[in-house]
């Protein structure tokens, strides 16, 4: 389970979603991410899904990485779904036992924030599979830029971010090794209630925390030796700079952006 989350990885290419700047990525994120909200039938919601799958095509990200995304949170997307089939009680009845009813409207509204869920979780992954925390970390202090008139740490707070997102997948494997370390022991950790497999994970989060520290403090080192003092002054190996691919990705997000607006004024919204 732990080699399939794949949040922070980053997977070098050529394609075009590669090219572009992190800036223009960023933004169109956060778009993308506004227009599943606002989609309000399945009409519109299906819009997202093929805007998702098209992108993934043309970012040359194999479709496996989108299984491996989902298997994490697939736990959270079967309680979203449970709780929206079981606690929506209008609509036609389908199934009833004592006090639990499954209506029509319910299953609808579970599958549209099932699709929601699993979009918005694909989506959002292609951000970090196509950028390096290098750009990730250029682009987000580029955007905030305009708060350094009110003293806001803008680089430390994109420098904090990146790091963040550039260590989970060292964490991932970390976390790995001492689990078959700890099993390679004699420990148990498959067997047993929730309170004795809680109980079997303090000799992991332990270890994990130590090394966590350890490799904070190296990092900490090495930027010190190399006279790392922050944002001021700092030069850029990669200048960011938007290009026609940028243009060509904004009207194409438009594009989708306004079908889903018309579907919402053609189309009944999912209540």
Known sequence: MLKDITIGQYFPGRSPIHKMDCRVKLILTIV?????????????????VV???????ISGIPFRMILKSLRPILPIVIFTSLLNIFFIRTGDILWEWKFLKITDNGVRTAIFMTIRIVCLIVGSSLLTYTTSPIDLTDGIERLLSPLKKIRVPVHELAMMM???????????EETDKIMSAQKARGADLETGGPIARAKALIPILIPLFVSSFRRAEELALAMECRCYHGGEGRTRMK?????????????YVAAFFAGVIVTNILFKAVT
Not at 32 to 48: R, W
Not at 51 to 57: A, D, E, R, S
């Open 32 to 48: 993308f991410i506004v227009m599943l909200f606002i989609s309000g039938n399945m009409i519109g919601l299906y819009v997202g």
């Open 51 to 57: 805007f998702t799958l098209v992108t993934y095509l």
């Open 162 to 172: 990146t790091i963040a997102l550039r260590f989970i997948p060292t964490l991932i």
């Open 239 to 251: 200048q960011l700079k938007l290009h026609l691919v940028d243009l060509i990705a904004v009207f």
